[in-house]
């Protein structure tokens, strides 16, 4: 409608100064009042395709806000249970680490912590959404600067920070169970010497170093508390009750 609007005055302009009957100066205002007219509709159809445009972005974020919410909320009921993983391998580590010279471990105490030896927790985090969204440059389209900040440092710093420390702890953790298995030997069908294998030196050394994962359980907090900030600020974007 617009360019309808610019080539009809357009037309007219050029007819004007094609008039010979109209003086120079009714020309000259005629001239005036429809360039006036041309500019104000090109400036009102630029004002209207960018505000369309503008709504079809944050409908964009919205969509993906909302999706980075449902990410983050599967992503927290991991990450608290890998909490309370590592909460108990630390408790199993300790244990095995108290024992004071020629002291047996209970046998009963090692069936409980037995799995904390050899199993493996670490978070998969849900980042599609995130990593799609952001290499088609639409993360600078979210208005709320302080929402897309804290994305993005979850994203690439906080979740990357809590899976270094998960790769070391791990890495130290198969050095272990390396260890036990190079030297385990079976005692009778049933029993084999893997309680006096973790009581000797070099295994109390690395579960010296497994008891006090504090670095890692550290960054989980962070994690965990970045992700439901982000969560909160999303329901207060879109007038959210959770």
């Known amino acids: 409608m617009a360019e309808q609007e610019v080539i009809k005055h357009t037309k007219k302009v050029y007819s004007l100064w094609s008039n010979k009957e109209l003086s120079f100066w009714h020309k000259v205002k005629e001239f005036l009042i429809e360039i006036f007219i041309i500019v104000f509709a090109i400036t009102l159809s630029i004002w209207f395709h960018s505000r369309t445009e503008h709504a079809h972005q944050q409908e964009d974020v919205k969509h993906f806000l909302l999706g980075l919410k449902s990410d983050l909320k599967n992503d927290l009921v991991e ?6 993983s590592y909460m ?24 409980k912590y037995s799995h904390t030896l050899t199993n493996t927790t670490a978070l998969n985090p849900n980042n599609g959404r995130f990593e799609g969204f952001k290499s088609s ?4 389209l979210i208005e709320n600067e302080e929402l897309q900040s804290d994305i993005m440092d979850l994203y690439q710093e906080n979740i990357v920070s809590l899976l270094a420390s998960t790769d070391r702890y791990l890495d130290t953790k198969r050095h272990l169970f390396e260890f036990v298995i190079k030297n385990r030997k079976r005692l ?20 010296i170093a497994l008891r006090t ?13 970045k992700s439901n900030k982000i969560i909160r600020q999303i329901n207060e974007e879109y007038h959210l009750k959770e």
């Open 88 to 111: 108990h391998q630390m408790a199993a580590f300790r244990y095995l680490t108290s024992m004071k010279l020629n002291q047996q471990l209970n046998p009963d105490s090692m069936k």
């Open 188 to 207: 009778t069908d049933s029993t084999s010497n893997e309680i006096d294998i973790l009581l000797q030196d070099e295994a109390q050394n690395i579960c």
């Open 213 to 225: 994962p504090y670095e890692l359980l550290s960054r989980y907090d962070s994690c965990i508390n």
């Open 79 to 84: 990450m608290k249970d890998d909490k309370a």
């Open 137 to 140: 440059g639409k993360m600078g």
